[in-house]
């Protein structure tokens, strides 16, 4: 069984950027892709960008297009997002997630997911 552990959030200020990690372990990653998910208190969850694990294509949410940034390291079993030009509607936990069958783009499509890790942005 795969887990993923996500870290790397915290509290920035406006403007500023963090970089989100998730470690696949318990075995290698033999997925279709891997996807970044956010949920804002009283939200529901929202696609915010996935990998294809062979090939490397990306996929993003139009609010973060041109900010934010999936990659993976097939060696580590490891996908980041690195998240530049950071705004308060940013503000949500955001959770990894290993893709299962069908779009991308929907929660529905995953089937093992991380525990979450809180990105705060202040104004």
């Known amino acids: 069984q795969v887990r993923m552990v996500e870290s790397g959030g915290g509290l920035v200020q406006a403007g500023g950027s963090l970089r989100l990690s998730c470690a696949a372990s318990?075995?290698?990653?033999?997925?279709?892709?891997m996807g970044w998910f956010r949920q804002a208190p009283g939200k529901e969850r929202e696609f915010v960008a996935a990998?294809?694990?062979?090939?490397?294509?990306?996929f993003y949410a139009d609010s973060v297009k041109g900010r934010f940034t999936i990659s993976r390291d097939v060696a580590r079993n490891t996908v980041y997002l690195q998240m530049n030009s950071l705004q308060p509607e940013d503000t949500a936990v955001y959770y990894c997630?290993?893709?299962?069958?069908?779009?991308?783009?929907?929660?529905?499509?995953?089937?093992?997911w991380g525990q979450g890790t809180q990105v705060t942005v202040s104004s």
């Open positions: 997630a290993v893709h299962n069958s069908g779009s991308v783009f929907s929660s529905y499509s995953y089937g093992i």
């Open positions: 318990g075995r290698t990653v033999s997925a279709y892709a």
């Open positions: 990998i294809t694990w062979s090939v490397g294509g990306t």
